[in-house]
């Protein structure tokens, strides 16, 4: 590694090396933030630990009927961020269960539910504060000690506003809302869930997509200064 990256220096490729490390840096970071259902469950953990209490599972399978039922429930968002959503009970083991691919014999105990939605994307630490934050009712969930594993999921409604879930559950852990194969065959269309590495679908794409154009203008800016490129 170091062999090459001399010969690039001495043959005035430097400016490629730097390129690459900026784009791979970014590419990496991008990575580690891309979901931000699993953000927010980090967060809600955080809260959590610091409270002395015990950290949730991320279970895949909770986070994956969470986006479901968010997309069912578009069109509901009211002007203060709550939503009107009137889906059937039985909506959750009869169609986001089947469609997740979770066994109905696993599925669980929802033991908590928080759902809101907001105009403008927001980042999962102010969905925290936003959402999760925004009464008593909601936050004695968050710190409910029955709780054992969480999911969450985020979803936007056509160019309309985002929608987040958090379910809880108190079952023993790792044991409810199993996905058959890991979740493996689940296409996850729009939005993201947590308890996965998959990215979100949408939303934080755009800052991808910025981030590479700044890495093209850099590039060029580099190669201007270094006199390759004569503008
Ligand atoms: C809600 O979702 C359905 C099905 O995905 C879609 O046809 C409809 O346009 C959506 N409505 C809104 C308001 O986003
Ligand atoms: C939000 O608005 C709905 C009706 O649009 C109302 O029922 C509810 O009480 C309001 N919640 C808060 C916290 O203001
Ligand atoms: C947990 O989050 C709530 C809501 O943002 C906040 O009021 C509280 O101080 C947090 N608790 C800890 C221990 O960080
Ligand atoms: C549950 O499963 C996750 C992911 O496979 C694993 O990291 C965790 O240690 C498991 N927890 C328990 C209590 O088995």
């Known amino acids: 590694m170091l062999v090459i990256m001399r010969k690039l220096c ?17 590419l990496v970071s991008a990575k580690n933030h891309e979901n931000a259902a699993n953000e927010l469950v980090n967060i809600i953990n955080e809260n959590r630990t610091a409270q002395k209490l015990q950290k949730l599972n991320n279970n895949p399978g909770l986070g994956c009927i969470a986006l479901q039922y968010m997309e069912e429930c578009n069109g509901t968002c009211t002007s203060n961020g709550t939503m ?13 269960a089947p469609n997740c ?13 928080i759902v809101g939605c907001q105009s403008k994307y927001l980042k999962p ?8 934050g925004r009464d008593q ?15 969450v999921g985020l979803v936007r409604s056509h160019q309309g506003p ?9 079952d023993k852990v790792n044991s409810t809302f199993v996905l058959e194969g890991g979740g493996k065959g689940i296409k996850q ?15 934080k794409k755009i800052h991808l997509l910025l981030n590479n154009i700044l890495i093209v203008i850099f590039s060029v800016f580099v190669f201007y200064v270094s006199g390759i490129v004569h503008l």
């Open 10 to 26: 001495c043959c005035k490729y430097w400016f490629i090396v730097i390129v690459c490390i900026a784009s791979f840096s970014t």
């Open 84 to 96: 009107k959503c009137q889906t059937p009970e039985d909506d959750f083991t009869e169609v986001y």
């Open 101 to 113: 691919g979770i066994e109905l014999p696993t599925f669980g105990t929802l033991s908590g539910r």
């Open 125 to 132: 630490s102010e969905a925290f504060t936003q959402i999760i």
């Open 137 to 151: 009712k909601t936050l004695s969930l968050v710190k409910d000690k029955k709780h054992t594993e969480v999911g």
């Open 162 to 170: 985002f929608l987040w879930c958090v379910l809880f559950s108190n």
């Open 189 to 203: 269309k729009r939005g993201c869930f947590s308890g996965t590495n998959t990215p979100c679908s949408s939303g």
